[in-house]
């Protein structure tokens, strides 16, 4: 995650919740009700971009006896996932980094809510896609390129180093095949109303499963 986001979700990190909760932000829940018809049941979760353990708390009322590591380059937000989820590994760490420097496999990767604000999607999913155990499952979201507003620019630039990148979904979904990843599941939702008068934040959630056609 680029160094402008990084603080300003360390700052954000004790009003977080209340924030995301005034905003219905039902990412995290949506993405769970995708997984819940497949059947699973991954013994360990891996959380990418985890913030407050907001993803890690719907995955684990779905799969409690799942071992769960939460990965977030933002201290004050694992300090508040902490205190939620005393029993989970915690990775004070930026996903790509945290991804190639492991030798580990897991069952469900998660990156919800945070794709869109790292350098590179793809080498993120590219990284993850190799992380996953035979038969595993990675359930992602990000905003996608549309045809009108904000959402039409491939890049948004904010101060502070902070942009939003964005890509089309067909684009998206053509690398993660290449990536041996299997569409199983999509939707898209509206994630939040903008505050700077743009309208909906749109973005598109995918389950994708190891081992591509």
């Not at 993660?176 to 199983?184: D, I, N, T």
């Amino acid at each position: 995650m680029r160094d402008g986001w990084v603080a300003d979700f360390d700052a954000l990190a004790p009003t977080y919740d209340q924030r995301t909760a005034q905003d219905d932000w039902r990412l995290n829940d949506r993405a769970a009700e995708m997984l819940a018809p497949l059947g699973l049941a991954p013994a360990r979760i891996l959380d990418l971009g985890a913030g407050t353990g907001q993803t890690a708390e719907a995955l684990l009322r779905l799969f409690p006896d799942a071992e769960v590591t939460l990965v977030d380059p933002a201290p004050g937000m694992l300090r508040a996932a902490r205190a939620k989820l005393p029993g989970a590994t915690f990775v004070e760490e930026d996903a790509a980094a945290f991804l190639a420097a492991s030798a580990g496999r897991w069952d469900l990767v998660s990156a919800i809510g945070c794709l869109e604000l790292v350098p590179d999607l793809f080498e993120v999913l590219r990284l993850a896609a190799a992380r996953l155990a035979p038969g595993g499952h990675l359930v992602a979201s990000h905003e996608p390129l549309l045809g009108t507003g904000v959402q039409a620019r491939p890049v948004s630039i904010l101060d502070r180093g902070r942009a939003v990148s964005r890509h089309a979904v067909e684009e998206v979904e053509r690398r993660a095949a290449s990536y041996g990843l299997r569409r199983v599941a999509s939707r898209v939702e509206t994630a939040f109303q903008r505050g700077d008068g743009d309208g909906a934040a749109v973005y598109e959630l995918v389950v994708w499963s190891a081992g591509g056609v």
